[in-house]
């Protein structure tokens, strides 16, 4: 089932052509949970935010049920899906806004190759990683 959007091709890696299931089962697998959410699982969740988006490039948040903003809102976090918002005056000179969900690609790409790189936003990141190990060496 090849559906929705395209990758972002960045310098040197291998190049992913449109998103599918499998990419995104095993996106959801490495952000979730390291000690194993059950392939099943992961799949099923996959294929549902899948069936939303469709062919699309976002979806607008008034689609979904409050378990599947929960589900939408846990893979946010995860850094694989991310919000957006759109606001516009109304005629009567109200403000409307209206909120979108959408992949992100960058850091999908990042969850399939199995690279730790950068968690989400910098959330969780650990600035001791950057220190060489010698710093904390007397003389």
């Known amino acids: 089932m090849n559906i929705?959007?395209?990758l972002k091709k960045s310098d040197g890696e291998s190049?992913?052509?449109t998103l599918t299931?499998?990419?995104l089962t095993k996106?959801?697998?490495n952000s979730i949970d390291k000690s194993g959410m059950p392939d099943e699982e992961a799949r099923?969740?996959?294929q549902h935010v899948m069936n939303f988006f469709g062919y699309s490039e976002r979806i607008i948040?008034?689609?979904l049920e409050p378990e599947d903003r929960d589900a939408f809102y846990m893979l946010e976090d995860a850094g694989i899906l991310m919000t957006e918002r759109e606001e516009t005056t109304l005629?009567?000179?109200r403000e409307w806004r209206i909120h979108y969900w959408m992949f992100r690609k960058e850091r999908i790409t990042e969850l399939?190759?199995?690279r730790k790189g950068a968690s989400t936003d910098g959330i969780n990141q650990n600035v001791y990683d950057e220190i060489p190990e010698d710093i904390w060496n007397r003389e």
Do not use: P
């Open 4 to 6: 929705l959007t395209k």
């Open 61 to 63: 948040d008034n689609v």
């Open 21 to 23: 299931v499998e990419h």
């Open 112 to 114: 399939i190759s199995g």
């Open 44 to 46: 099923a969740m996959a």
């Open 15 to 17: 190049k992913l052509g």
């Open 91 to 93: 005629y009567d000179g």
């Open 27 to 29: 996106a959801i697998k």
